[in-house]
T-cell receptor, first 114, second 116 residues
Framework: AQSVTQPDIHITVSEGASLELRCNYS??????LFWYVQSPGQGLQLLLK??????LVQGIKGFEAEFKRSQSSFNLRKPSVHWSDAAEYFC????????????FGQGTTLQVKP | GAVVSQHPSRVICKSGTSVKIECRSL??????MFWYRQFPKQSLMLMAT?????????EQGVEKDKFLINHASLTLSTLTVTSAHPEDSSFYIC????????????FGDGTRLSIL
C-alpha cells in the first residue's frame, strides 16, 4: 500500500540551528515528491518538489530536500532556521499517473526557540 | 506563483444549514481540483477529486449527498455541505492543479466551518 511516514511529530530547534525533517515513503515506483508548509489556520504552501533529474532539489525560503531512492526517503533540510519557519510541514507523494492525487504524511510541527 | 482563492475563510452557522465554499484558481486553468478535510493537529484527508465538466470522484467513506461538489468551469469549484451538523465542523481546504500529475497542487487558505 502507498504511504508516507514522517517519523517526527514534533521538533524543536533553536533559531540559527540546522534543521532536518524526515520523510519516508512506500510506493510501487518512483513517485513525485513534495514538501508543503502550513501556518496555523491557513492552507498549504509548496516548498519544493522532485519529479526527476538531480536528486537534490532547492526550494523557497532556503529549504532543500534530497531524494534517496535506496532509502525511500525525501528529507527536508535548512542550514539555519529562522523564527518564522515555525509551522507544520507535510511531505507528500503523488502518482505518476493522471489522477494527480497526493498522499500526505502525518505532518511535523516545527517549533523554533529564540 | 499560482494563486488559489478560497471563500469564505470562516463560517459559523446553525445546525441544518447548508454551506457553500468556493475555490477559485486566479491565474491558471485548473482542470482538476481537490477537496480536503483537516481535523485539528492532523493531516489532510482527501474527500474528493473534481475535474472540470464531469462528476466528482469521492473517496471511500465520503458521503456524496452530504458533500456536493461542482466544478463548472476551469477556475471555479464549489463544495456544499448540505444540512450541516456539528460533526461536520472542520477545516476544509481546496487545491487546484493543471490536471496532470507532474503539476503540483496549489492550495487555498482553507475554510473554518463551525456548526452550532
Amino acid at each position: 500500500a502507498q504511504s508516507v511516514t514522517q517519523p517526527d511529530i514534533h521538533i524543536t530547534v533553536s533559531e540559527g540551528a540546522s534543521l532536518e525533517l524526515r520523510c519516508n515513503y512506500s510506493y510501487g515506483a518512483t513517485p513525485y515528491l513534495f514538501w508543503y508548509v502550513q501556518s496555523p489556520g491557513q492552507g498549504l504552501q509548496l516548498l519544493l518538489k522532485y519529479f526527476s533529474g538531480d536528486t537534490l532539489v532547492q526550494g523557497i525560503k532556503g529549504f532543500e530536500a534530497e531524494f534517496k531512492r535506496s532509502q525511500s526517503s525525501f528529507n527536508l533540510r535548512k542550514p539555519s532556521v529562522h523564527w518564522s519557519d515555525a509551522a507544520e510541514y507535510f511531505c507528500a507523494v503523488g502518482a505518476r499517473s493522471n489522477t494527480g492525487k497526493l498522499i500526505f504524511g502525518q505532518g511535523t510541527t516545527l517549533q523554533v526557540k529564540p | 506563483g499560482a494563486v488559489v482563492s478560497q471563500h469564505p475563510s470562516r463560517v459559523i452557522c446553525k445546525s441544518g444549514t447548508s454551506v457553500k465554499i468556493e475555490c477559485r484558481s486566479l491565474d491558471f486553468q485548473a482542470t482538476t481540483m481537490f477537496w480536503y478535510r483537516q481535523f485539528p493537529k492532523q493531516s489532510l484527508m482527501l474527500m474528493a477529486t473534481s475535474n472540470e465538466g464531469s462528476k466528482a470522484t469521492y473517496e471511500q467513506g465520503v458521503e456524496k449527498d452530504k458533500f456536493l461538489i461542482n466544478h463548472a468551469s476551469l477556475t471555479l469549484s464549489t463544495l456544499t455541505v448540505t444540512s450541516a451538523h456539528p460533526e461536520d465542523s472542520s477545516f476544509y481546504i481546496c487545491s487546484a492543479s493543471a490536471g496532470i500529475s507532474n503539476q503540483p497542487q496549489h492550495f487555498g487558505d482553507g475554510t473554518r466551518l463551525s456548526i452550532l
